[in-house]
């Protein structure tokens, strides 16, 4: 066993502690929590992790989330043995992650203007999305403490991933879903897992207070990524892409952005990864928002009361934050776009994706819901398949060479988040030949 992993608060002003043990989601104050180490782990590590990409039938070297576990072992555990790890360790047979990998895409390097360009897949995973990172390591911490039933709110892939490891686990799984909201594919997953889904009428984020209220009334287990085991999983996205560019840190790293758990968790991994002397420099994190639900767009760029929002090392202006939920609020300004899983007004992660934007200099860009569809159909036109969401990376990146932000000699890393599970989206847009990439049908 090794010792050392607990649990603290963000806000460095207040900084409690607690147990690994801890379900609790925020401090006793409000705020979201970490998870923190007390080793340095070794960059000879780099080594053993290539080395396990040869598993010879382990699941946890096959899976690409187990691979990294000494940099999230929250479990502390100090054993190669297979059985040990397995008392202790989620996986879905090793493989989420397995397939995880970035990927060279001609096209949309050439329709982007960017050639080192390489885009990440985590559709790939076995519930269909990146979800699966954070999930298999959020679950290894509700069976640490012994949970039987998880909980979460989405938009979709969260629910199917919960609902799959859930099923796996022999755990009971509630997902809070807006009621017509979702893709039809990721509600079918649900269902399939044995999730039991409760509708709620309004959005994702009336959804996931729903949710956490009846978490905190019956001391449920909340598996979203305000969880900060989902967010530790998640950080082997950023492992899995570095690895490929042999640990040499690229110019950027793009996703679209949402509640903001993958902000985040890239935020942490490069804190983590910068502070033991594994990488030199900082990659700079892109968020790219839909135009239709651009809450993190508006408040970083300045754009409500003037005030540019920033994480301020550690004294974020909270209040601007409110009082721009309130506006909305009393405006009744609803998030709106096509691109349902990124259908978020209220960005629970807000304050840890902002402290990931300042240690990484990053950037807040957002696009149309056809620019997502020309990415999203891009993608597809170089053999790999994405969800609308996921197009906002190419699209933004294009967005941002073309603002000469992202320069043409720049190494760019774009995460393609999941994918795709509402098969009318497709076919809609190649079906209208006023589409960019449309190739409709001939009769
Ligand atoms: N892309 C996809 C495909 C997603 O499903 C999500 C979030 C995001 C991007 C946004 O990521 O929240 O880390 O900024 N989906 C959540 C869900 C909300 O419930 O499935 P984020």
């Given at each position: 066993m090794q010792s050392g992993a607990f649990q603290k608060c963000i806000d460095p002003t207040c900084g409690l502690e607690y147990p690994i043990t801890d379900i609790r989601i925020e401090c006793e104050r409000g705020h979201l929590l970490d998870v923190k180490y007390g080793n340095n782990p070794s960059p000879s590590l780099k080594e053993t992790f290539y080395k396990r990409r040869n598993h010879a039938n382990n699941i946890f070297n096959e899976s690409g989330v187990w691979r990294f576990r000494e940099l999230l072992n929250?479990?502390?555990?100090?054993?190669?043995n297979i059985d040990e790890c397995s008392k202790y360790l989620v996986s879905l047979d090793g493989a989420e992650g397995r397939l995880s990998k970035p990927y060279h895409m001609s096209k949309v390097s050439d329709y982007v203007g960017v050639q080192n360009m390489w885009l990440q897949p985590e559709g790939y995973n076995p519930s269909g999305?990146?979800?699966?990172?954070?999930?298999t390591t959020a679950v290894t911490h509700a069976k640490l403490v012994k949970i039987k039933k998880i909980?979460?709110?989405?938009?979709?892939?969260?629910?199917?991933?919960?609902?799959?490891?859930?099923?796996?686990?022999?755990?009971e799984c509630d997902v809070y879903i807006p009621a017509g909201e979702v893709a039809p594919g990721k509600l079918s997953q649900a269902f399939q897992f044995g999730a039991q889904v409760i509708e709620i009428k309004g959005n994702f984020d009336d959804a996931l207070s729903a949710s956490l209220k009846q978490a905190?009334?019956?001391?449920?287990?909340?598996?979203?990524?305000?969880?900060?085991?989902?967010?530790?999983?998640?950080?082997?996205?950023?492992?899995?892409?570095?690895?490929s560019l042999d640990w040499?840190?690229?110019?950027?790293?793009?996703?679209?952005?949402?509640a903001l758990g993958n902000t985040s968790s890239c935020g942490k991994s490069l804190m983590e990864l910068y502070e033991w002397g594994w990488i030199?420099?900082?990659?700079?994190?892109?968020?790219?928002?839909?135009?239709?639900?651009?809450?993190?767009?508006?408040?970083?760029?300045?754009?409500?009361?003037?005030?540019?929002?920033?994480?301020?090392?550690?004294?974020?202006?909270?209040?601007l934050i409110k009082r721009y939920y309130d506006f909305m609020d009393e405006k009744g300004m609803r998030p709106k776009t096509k691109a349902t899983a990124i259908q978020i007004a209220k960005p629970a992660n807000i304050l840890k994706g902002l402290r990931a934007l300042e240690f990484t200099n990053g950037i807040v860009s957002q696009v149309s819901d056809s620019e997502m569809l020309d990415g999203m159909a891009l993608v597809g036109l170089n053999g790999f398949d994405c969800e609308m969401a996921s197009g906002a990376v190419p699209a933004g990146i294009k967005k941002l060479m073309q603002e000469e932000i992202i320069k043409k000699d720049d190494t760019v890393i774009g995460i393609l988040t999941g994918r795709q599970k509402d098969s009318s989206i497709p076919v809609d847009y190649h079906k209208n030949p006023q589409n960019k990439f449309a190739n409709p049908p001939r009769s």
């Open positions: 929250f479990c502390q555990i100090d054993t190669e999305s990146f979800k699966d990172n954070g999930m909980i979460c709110a989405s938009t979709g892939n969260t629910s199917a991933s919960a609902a799959m490891y859930a099923a796996n686990e022999n755990m905190g009334e019956v001391g449920g287990y909340t598996v979203n990524s305000v969880n900060p085991f989902r967010i530790e999983g998640q950080k082997t996205i950023v492992f899995r892409a570095l690895e040499d840190a690229p110019d950027w790293i793009v996703y679209p952005g949402g030199k420099k900082i990659p700079r994190i892109a968020v790219i928002n839909s135009e239709g639900a651009n809450t993190l767009h508006t408040l970083y760029n300045g754009k409500f009361e003037k005030t540019s929002l920033r994480w301020n090392k550690g004294k974020p202006d909270t209040d």
